[in-house]
């Protein structure tokens, strides 16, 4: 076998491995304009604790969705979109327009309410 036939097997696999990594598992960073501490009481205000779990907001225990810990941590947002603070605040505003039939219903969430509530989630390290 050629030395260039050889390589092509190597040369595959190598793409193959690469592709299945994904996305990298870093901190998707701050959100523009996002305030933390109101996200955080925005999430009883909207209804979101009705059905998630999430950490540092008082009566989010629910399991109907899944639950929010370690949020920033994660690779991607309702297996769909890469984890990051726009894309974050895409799905809460849109989760229909995202993946039509979700669970997850439209609230109406404002932009500036988005962003809060995603400047919240991305501090659940």
């Given at each position: 076998m050629?030395?260039?036939?050889?390589r092509?097997?190597?040369?595959?696999?190598?793409v193959f491995?690469l592709?299945a990594?994904?996305p990298?598992?870093?901190t998707?960073g701050?959100?523009?304009?996002g305030?933390?501490?109101?996200?955080?009481?925005l999430?009883n205000?909207?209804?979101?604790?009705?059905c998630?779990?999430?950490?540092?907001?008082?009566?989010?225990?629910?399991?109907?969705?899944p639950?929010?810990?370690?949020f920033?941590?994660?690779g991607y947002?309702?297996?769909?979109?890469?984890?990051n603070?726009?894309?974050?605040v895409?799905?809460?505003?849109?989760p229909q327009?995202?993946?039509?039939?979700?669970?997850?219903?439209?609230l109406?969430?404002t932009?500036?309410?988005?962003r809060?509530i995603?400047?919240?989630?991305?501090?659940?390290?």
């Open positions: 050629s030395p260039a036939a050889m092509l097997p190597a040369a595959c696999a190598l491995a592709a990594c994904g990298a598992l870093t998707p701050p959100v523009p304009y305030r933390p501490e109101r996200g955080q009481a999430i205000q909207y209804g979101c604790a009705s998630h779990t999430v950490p540092g907001v008082r009566e989010a225990d629910a399991l109907v969705g639950p929010l810990n370690s920033a941590r994660r947002i309702a297996g769909e979109l890469v984890n603070a726009g894309n974050l895409r799905w809460i505003r849109h327009a995202v993946e039509p039939g979700t669970a997850m219903p439209d109406g969430v932009e500036q309410d988005a809060d995603a400047a919240y989630l991305l501090t659940l390290e």
